[in-house]
């Protein structure tokens, strides 16, 4: 059960006195509601605004059909996010998001990486499956150090959108810019008018100067760093123009910390066809859409015939626990039709792809994750007292790793044990969920993150499939992950 210290407030205001007190006496009082601590802070609405909406594509430095190699390098620099507000960040070949890495299926990717920062990093390929040792985290590769390099390779077996980010420090080093997508095409897309990658963050930002707030471990560790400032491909309130009548597709990335995006154009449907590991088997209808971090949606969106119009893709409220669901909608981004001749809309395909059942399964486990106040070896030092997150009682990353079967079909049950949602993501691997709080799911997908609703069990069912070696599984709230609520599965051959 979940415990926070007397006197808590607002997670990104700072400790109150009885918070120091509390904590330097050792002293807990239990909660079962955090609206007496405040939440996360209110978005700065931003007119919006022209310019480019696309994400930059990383050139294509290798001539060969199925081989595409790139260059990335990590280093810090200025970004305007708002017209008149550039901001200190983190980048990727100093563009926010970081380049867009575009393949087919069966294309061999070779990323060349240089560290330009002040301190260690990697890179992890979220949602690929790619071999153990290129999966950029730090128990299978050490750390990139600063001024040197290290060339990723792997091979991309599904069509699909993905991204890429850090995992060391990932809470502080993906907060200040560090991500960006890939883009994996199959033989057998729907046809569109448009086809774009919306890479949605927010981050936290001093009204005062335009900058990045200060990191403050203890308080934002609880409910993860929840931003003022929403972003859509590294702007405040961007506007994409789109064809009058065409049908347009958005491969949505959720790249916040712990913002969960409750996407909604107001008074429009549009259609879901894709979810984290590649095509649904038929599209769906829907109003709104629930992304939490780590997780990709493709969607399809019709535009008004009438020229010169506007629509809103908004962020409703959404309480994950802990005060978070009292903050009103905001908008991302707009979406504005041309002045262009309206066309005829595609159709939208009535098949998409063939997703096989996996088997039943030989393994089955159960994870629970857990939250407790005390010490933790990690951002805040072994002798510091915060907020911990574990698994099945272990803190990263003093775990007992679990062991599996390369080719094995097994049935996971995450149960989340506290007051408040956990997004879990899964390395290495794509599974399809089969339970959520004792339900069934309304259709068929591949994922590699699923939410795990407060005091619910969810169940999904992998197989072992390609790759043997270490991955790592873990809430994808960073600042959670950061702080223990990750472990370790050893596929042996």
Known sequence: MSKYPIGLRSPYLGVTASVVLAVATGCMSHMDDMGDMGGPPDVIDVPPAEGQFETEVAPDLDPTDDVVEVELEAKASEVELAPGHRVRMWTYNGSLPGPRIEANVGDTVRVRFRNSLPEETTIHWHGLR??????????VQSPIAPGEEFTYEF?????GTFWYHPHVRSDEQVERGLYGSIVVRGTSEPETTSDRVVVLDDILIDPSTWQLAAF????????????NVLLANGRAHPIVDVRPGGLHRFRFVNAANARYFRLALPGKSFTLVGTDGGMLEAPRELHELVLVPGQRADVLVAADETADTALEWQTLPYDRGHGTGALPEATVFQMRSTEEDAITTPVVPSELATIEPLPAPTVRRKLE???SMGGHA???????????FSINGFVYPDIEGLSGALGSVEEWSIVNTTTMDHPFHLHGFRFQVTADDGAA?????????????AETTTRFRVKLEDHAGTWMFHCHILEHAERGMMGELEVQE
């Open 441 to 453: 799911p309304d259709f068929l997908a591949w994922r590699d993150t699923v939410n795990v609703r």
């Open 216 to 227: 403050d471990q203890m308080m934002q560790g609880m409910v993860g760093r929840q931003g």
């Open 378 to 388: 990690g951002h805040m030092g072994s002798s510091g007292m915060g907020f911990v």
């Open 155 to 159: 091979v991309v077996p599904d069509a």
């Open 130 to 139: 790619v071999p153990s040792a290129m999966d950029g985290v730090p128990r």
């Open 369 to 371: 994750l857990e939250e």
